[in-house]
C-alpha cells in the first residue's frame, strides 16, 4: 500500500495519528491542525515529525507542501451535545465544523473522516448534507472499558461521479472488555492521590448515599494509622443496557453524573475533559487492612516476624473484619461498606485504547483533559482499516489493467 499524506484537523493529542499506525496504514507526512498547547506537546512527544499547522481558521493550502489523501477530524462538540445546553450552530465552536469543510473543499482528499457526539437530529441532518453521508454510530464499549457513543461520517471521491460517497463502517467485533480489565496495580502509597478528597495529609472519602433508599450511610472509622478512609455501602447494583453498573453515590457537590461510583466488573461511563470538579470516573474499591504476607504474597497472619504490608482486600464472604486489639484488624467498618477512587490517568488512556503513558509528558490534570477530549484509538484504527482495503483493491484493480 502507498504511503497516504494526512491532515487531522481539531487534532488534540493526535489520537488519529496513533491510529494510523495500530491499523497498519503507512503514512510519509502528517499535518496537525491545532492551539492547545499542551496537546502539542504530547503530540511532538509521540510523534515528532508532526507539521503543526495551528488554527484551522488560518490555515490555507499555503500550510502544505503536498496534496493530501486524508483529512480527518472532530470538531468541537459542546454545542452538539445533549449534555450541554444544545445550542448547536448557535453555538460559535459548533461552527467550527464549517471550517472543517472549507480545508475539506481546499485540500481535495480522496478520504475524509469526521466524529463527533450524539446530537440532534436537525443539526445531524446539516452535517450529513455537507459530508455527503449519513453517520454510523459506534459505542467504544465493543472494543474498550468505556461506553462512548460517537458519530462517525467516513466517504471517499468517487472520479467518475465527480463528489463522495459513503464508505461502509461496520461494526467492530465485541471484545468483552470491563474496568477491572484496564485497572493498574496501583501501589498502596498511591491509592489516596485518587480517594475523593484528604483530611490532615491522610486519605478520606466522603460519604456516599445507597442507591436503594437515598440515605447517607455512616462515616466508619478506621483507626489504621491515624487514617479515615470513607467507604460506599454496597447496595444492590443497577446494571445500564450500556453495561455500565452503578454502585453507590458519592455526597459530593454538583450534577448527578459526578457523584455515580461504578463497579469495576462493568464499563465506565464517557469520559469527558474533566477539568476537576471530581468529573473522573469513579470505582468502588475495597477496604485498607494490614496483612503479614510472605514472599510470595500468601497471608501469614501468625508469623510474627514478618512486617506487616499495607492493601486494599475485598471480602468475598459478605462478612466484615471483627474489632479486635490486634493491628492487623485495626479497620472498623460496617458489612458491606467499601472505598471508592477515580481512576488513573493510565487508567483512562486505556479506556481510550491508547498506548501506556502516552499523556506522561504533561500535569495530571492536563493529562485528565485531553484523554476525555480524544478519540478511542481502536475505533479510529476500525475505521481505518476500510481505507487500507480501498487501497489495495485500487492497487489489484490498476495491475490487472496493465496486464490486459
Known amino acids: 500500500m502507498r504511503k497516504l499524506k494526512v491532515c487531522g484537523a481539531f487534532d488534540g493529542m493526535s489520537c488519529g495519528q496513533q491510529a494510523l499506525v495500530e491499523a497498519n496504514i503507512p503514512y510519509s507526512v502528517y499535518y496537525?491542525?491545532?492551539l492547545d498547547p499542551y496537546a502539542i506537546k504530547v503530540t511532538q512527544a509521540n510523534f515528532p515529525n508532526t507539521i503543526q499547522i495551528g488554527d484551522i481558521t488560518k490555515v490555507d493550502e499555503s500550510n502544505f507542501n503536498h496534496d493530501i489523501d486524508l483529512l480527518m477530524g472532530g470538531s468541537p462538540c459542546q454545542g452538539f451535545s445533549f449534555a450541554g445546553k444544545q445550542l448547536n450552530f448557535d453555538d460559535p465552536r459548533s461552527k467550527l465544523f464549517f471550517e472543517f469543510?472549507?480545508?475539506?473543499?481546499?485540500?481535495?482528499?480522496?478520504y475524509v473522516l469526521l466524529e463527533n457526539v450524539r446530537m440532534a437530529k436537525e443539526s445531524q441532518d446539516i452535517i450529513s448534507k455537507y459530508m455527503g453521508c449519513e453517520p454510523t454510530k459506534i459505542n467504544s464499549s465493543l472494543v474498550s472499558a468505556q461506553s462512548r457513543n460517537r458519530l462517525y461520517w467516513f466517504v471517499m471521491w468517487d472520479e467518475n461521479l465527480g463528489q463522495y460517497i459513503p464508505c461502509i463502517i461496520p461494526q467492530p467485533k465485541k471484545k468483552d472488555i470491563v474496568i477491572r480489565d484496564i485497572l493498574e496495580d496501583l501501589p498502596f502509597g498511591e491509592i489516596p492521590n485518587y480517594l475523593a478528597n484528604h483530611w490532615g495529609g491522610v486519605p478520606r472519602g466522603d460519604k456516599v448515599k445507597s442507591i436503594e433508599d437515598d440515605k447517607a450511610n455512616c462515616l466508619t472509622a478506621s483507626m489504621y494509622k491515624g487514617?479515615?478512609?470513607?467507604?460506599?455501602?454496597?447496595?444492590?447494583p443497577t446494571q445500564s443496557k450500556e453495561g455500565l453498573i452503578r454502585v453507590g453515590t458519592a455526597t459530593l457537590k454538583g450534577h448527578d453524573s459526578i457523584k455515580r461510583v461504578y463497579s469495576d466488573?462493568?464499563?465506565s461511563p464517557t469520559l469527558t475533559t474533566m477539568g476537576?470538579?471530581?468529573r473522573e470516573p469513579k470505582i468502588s474499591m475495597g477496604r485498607v487492612v494490614n496483612r503479614r504476607l510472605d514472599e510470595h504474597g500468601v497471608r501469614k497472619d501468625n508469623q510474627l516476624d514478618l512486617p506487616f504490608t499495607t492493601k486494599v482486600e475485598v471480602r468475598e464472604d459478605d462478612i466484615s473484619n471483627c474489632l479486635t486489639t490486634?493491628?492487623?484488624d485495626n479497620v472498623v467498618v460496617n458489612r458491606d461498606e467499601y472505598l471508592w477512587r477515580k481512576l488513573t490517568p493510565l487508567e483512562c488512556e486505556r479506556l481510550q485504547t491508547v498506548p501506556d503513558n502516552y499523556t506522561n509528558h504533561v500535569s495530571k490534570t492536563q493529562r485528565y483533559k485531553m484523554?476525555?477530549?480524544?478519540?478511542?484509538?481502536?475505533?479510529?484504527?476500525?475505521?481505518?482499516k476500510g481505507i487500507q482495503l480501498d487501497e489495495t483493491w485500487h492497487e489489484m484493480y490498476n495491475e490487472t489493467k496493465e496486464m490486459i
Open 32 to 34: 496537525a491542525s491545532e
Open 101 to 110: 469543510i472549507r480545508l475539506r473543499d481546499i485540500l481535495k482528499p480522496k
Open 227 to 236: 487514617q479515615i478512609p470513607t467507604f460506599i455501602k454496597k447496595p444492590n
Open 265 to 267: 466488573e462493568g464499563k
Open 276 to 278: 476537576g470538579g471530581h
Open 326 to 328: 490486634v493491628e492487623k
Open 371 to 384: 484523554i476525555g477530549n480524544g478519540w478511542t484509538v481502536a475505533v479510529i484504527a476500525h475505521i481505518l
